[in-house]
T-cell receptor, first 112, second 116 residues
Framework: RKEVEQDPGPFNVPEGATVAFNCTYS??????FFWYRQDCRKEPKLLMS?????NEDGRFTAQLNRASQYISLLIRDSKLSDSATYLC?????????????WGLGTSLAVNP | DTGVSQDPRHKITKRGQNVTFRCDPI?????LYWYRQTLGQGPEFLTY????????KSRLLSDRFSAERPKGSFSTLEIQRTEQGDSAMYLC??????????????FGPGTRLTVL
């Protein structure tokens, strides 16, 4: 089993749709979780850290389910500019984020 | 621009040549990371520095790869005797060195290497 698994998609959704991505991780001791966004041929950029209690930032909501070892990202009211690859990132180490384990990414295309 | 910078942005080389990439982290960030990313894959961790100390190296980092951060500021990644399989985007990231989730990694624009 891969350390971090994501459905690669692509997800094709119309503007205004709600879309959800899930990501599973294999190491139950994992400490920190993140969603990064990566545009084509650009560097990854942090979208959200994922907290145990779940967190929301505008149209984006991240959830963590430790019992089932998955994290999710919900995007509401999708915009054309949301089209990108969304990378699930897990830090299996306690204390700091020195080595992040990355999923392959989920591709999202928001269509007019 | 006070973000992470990398140089060069693109490098085309012939197999067997040596290449060196440079990364300038965000100032006052004491952690610096190198990753490699190929098309359709997530970034793969290569190595990590805390100040000038190289604390961890992936087994992906063969003997042909070496990284330095001599003064705890900028870092260089050298690949000797390049092979076609080295073609990838080489990403550098830095973080302030805080504990836990707060220690966010910020990425540079990457150096795209093509080995002919």
């Amino acid at each position: 089993r891969k350390e971090v698994e994501q459905d690669p998609g692509p997800f094709n959704v119309p503007e205004g749709a709600t879309v959800a991505f899930n990501c599973t991780y294999s190491n139950s001791a994992s400490q920190s979780f993140f969603w990064y966004r990566q545009d084509c041929r650009k560097e990854p950029k942090l979208l959200m850290s994922v907290y145990s209690s779940g967190n929301e930032d505008g149209r984006f909501t991240a959830q963590l389910n430790r019992a089932s070892q998955y994290i999710s990202l919900l995007i509401r009211d999708s915009k054309l500019s949301d089209s990108a690859t969304y990378l699930c990132v897990v830090n299996p180490y306690a204390g700091n984020n020195r080595k992040l384990i990355w999923g392959l990414g989920t591709s999202l295309a928001v269509n007019p | 621009d006070t973000g992470v910078s990398q140089d060069p942005r693109h490098k085309i080389t012939k197999r067997g040549q040596n290449v060196t990439f440079r990364c300038d982290p965000i100032s006052e960030h004491n952690r610096l990371y190198w990753y490699r990313q190929t098309l359709g894959q997530g970034p793969e961790f290569l190595t990590y520095f805390q100040n000038e100390a190289q604390l961890e190296k992936s087994r992906l980092l063969s003997d042909r790869f070496s990284a330095e951060r001599p003064k705890g500021s900028f870092s260089t990644l050298e690949i000797q005797r390049t092979e076609q399989g080295d073609s990838a985007m080489y990403l550098c990231a830095s973080s302030p060195g805080l504990a836990g989730v707060a220690d966010t990694q910020y990425f540079g624009p990457g150096t795209r290497l093509t080995v002919l």
